[in-house]
């Protein structure tokens, strides 16, 4: 949702700057909207193993199309705050299930976001790896 409000912000402006208007919000469109969850889906995998991504959506709304250039380093300022939280799941299982680090003899991590190399850095450092 972070990396969606960043494009819907960027492309407002766009969009604005090109009609001559203001306060216009891309938000208010389900299809431009499902275009830019589409593309920034496509952002974070592609920033999970590459640096950068140009994204181009050809018309995403009122024949207006979006382009811009999102670096891994622009997702984890996005996310920063995010990324700082993804410790605490951890700490919070292992409190639960009264079990200590030592006590563990592999961990296995699912989901998309373990693809991110800012959360696998953050979760390394508290499994101490």
């Not at 909207?33 to 018309?59: C, E, G, Y």
């Not at 995010?82 to 639960?96: G, Q, Y």
């Not at 296995?108 to 693809?115: D, S, T, V, Y």
């Amino acid at each position: 949702a972070r990396l969606v409000d960043y494009m819907s912000d960027e492309f407002n402006v766009i969009w604005n700057e090109k009609r001559g208007t203001e306060g216009k919000d891309v938000r208010a469109f389900p299809r431009a909207m499902a275009k830019l969850r589409i593309q920034a889906n496509k952002v974070k995998h592609v920033l999970s193993a590459n640096s950068d991504i140009p994204v181009f959506v050809d018309a995403l709304h009122d024949d207006v199309n979006y382009q811009t250039h999102i670096s891994r380093a622009k997702f984890e300022e996005i996310c920063h705050d995010l990324l700082l939280r993804a410790s605490e799941p951890i700490e919070k299982a292992l409190k639960l299930a009264n079990v200590t680090l030592e006590e563990l003899d592999a961990v296995e991590m699912i989901g998309g976001a373990m693809r991110v190399p800012k959360v696998q850095e953050a979760v390394g450092s508290v499994l101490g790896e």
